[in-house]
């Protein structure tokens, strides 16, 4: 019988790159993803927030609607953050606990933003 040949440590660090990158990649071109929906979102709220600025209301003013916006700024980003945990969480255990976490304090996050802006 011959002698067994061992694997060039190249080609098992190849095969452990790879079965990372198939396990992995997915995770991280989602998270990609959410980023750049959510760029888009928030660059169309400044573009309309500044087209209503420049309409005339009599309820809504250029001040308070400056603090709307900051608030569904904050609100958009937050909700950001929830996704990009969702996603790392489908992958990772210890994400998902910090999701759990996160998840409950939610509201009162929530509750802080809209009492401090």
């Not at 087209?51 to 609100?75: C, M, N, P, W």
């Not at 790392?88 to 304090?105: A, K, M, T």
């Amino acid at each position: 019988m011959p002698a067994a040949v061992p694997v060039p440590f190249a080609l098992d660090l190849f095969t452990d790159l790879s079965g990372f990158a198939r396990d992995t990649l997915w995770v991280v071109a989602a998270i990609i993803a959410a980023t750049a929906i959510m760029v888009y979102i928030l660059a169309w709220m400044s573009r309309y927030f500044i087209y209503l600025k420049a309409q005339e209301s009599r309820y809504f003013d250029a001040g308070t609607l400056d603090i709307v916006h900051r608030v569904f700024e904050l609100l958009a980003i937050g909700i950001w953050i929830l996704v990009v945990l969702l996603i790392g969480s489908l992958r990772s255990p210890e994400v998902r606990d910090l999701l759990f976490e996160l998840i409950q304090r939610f509201p009162a996050l929530v509750f802080v933003i809209l009492t401090f802006n």
